[in-house]
């Protein structure tokens, strides 16, 4: 079935550096994606949206990138922090009237000092 | 604060017991959802309510029986509670065409 996947389950960034999260995928109806951030016993968190009418859009310190031929997101982290140490979910929703989000596999980043 | 809430926090009780999980949220939304995160940290929608009425059932088994008594409300009880039933039990909550939901903190549940 449709189904929205992210390609490492684990990254590793030094403090400063900049992480690339990936997301890939397969409904090609849906409009809409969100990346969450969910720390350790907390729930998910907004990060940052894009519809599929755009291919980039840019937050403070995130740039989430959308390429609709080959079906894949990514989100940016500049200046990784440890205080970014969480794991990261892409979600797309195929609209309507209906927001259901279909949540990808997570990625966990680890921030080392 | 405005914000998903959800109560209790940790649950932990025998198999084939019954238990509920509550949520509230203050910030004026239409629809709320119920989510479960299993042990791999994999979130899939269960419920979808909009102004009290259900929108969106993704299979869940009929152990599980969402109850909405108000827009702002949205409570999950389950029945004959298995050891699958193990998780983390997450409430969001949207504006009505609004795409961004918003989660609660999470319910904790461990069946023994």
């Known amino acids: 079935g449709e189904s929205v996947g992210l390609h490492l389950p684990t990254l590793s960034v030094q403090e400063g550096d900049n992480s690339i999260i990936n997301c890939a995928y397969s409904?090609?109806?849906?409009?809409?994606f969100i990346w969450y951030k969910q720390e350790s016993g907390k729930g998910p968190q907004f990060i940052i949206d894009?519809?599929?009418?755009?291919d980039k859009r840019q937050g403070q310190r995130v740039t989430v990138l959308l390429n609709k031929t080959v079906k894949h997101l990514s989100l940016q982290i500049a200046a990784t922090q440890p205080g970014d140490s969480a794991v990261y979910f892409c979600?797309?929703?195929?609209?309507?009237?209906?927001?259901?989000?279909?949540f990808g596999t997570g990625t966990r980043l680890q921030v080392t000092l | 604060d405005t914000a998903v809430s959800q109560t209790p926090k940790y649950l932990v009780t025998q198999m084939g017991n019954d238990k509920s999980i509550k949520c509230e949220q203050n910030?004026?939304?239409?629809?709320m959802y119920w989510y479960k995160q299993d042990s791999k940290k994999f979130l899939k929608i269960m419920f979808s309510?909009?102004?009290?009425?259900?929108?969106i059932n993704e299979t869940v088994p009929n152990r599980f029986s969402p109850k909405s008594p108000d827009k702002a409300h949205l409570n999950l009880h389950i029945n004959s509670l298995e050891l699958g039933d193990s998780a983390v039990y997450f409430c969001?909550?949207?504006?009505?065409?609004?795409?961004?939901?918003?989660f609660g903190p999470g319910t904790r549940l461990t069946v023994l």
């Open positions: 969001a909550s949207s504006q009505v065409g609004a795409d961004e939901q918003f």
């Open positions: 894009i519809r599929s009418n755009m």
């Open positions: 979600a797309e929703n195929m609209g309507g009237t209906a927001s259901k989000l279909t």
């Open positions: 409904n090609s109806a849906s409009d809409y």
């Open positions: 309510y909009n102004n009290k009425e259900l929108i």
């Open positions: 910030l004026g939304h239409d629809t």
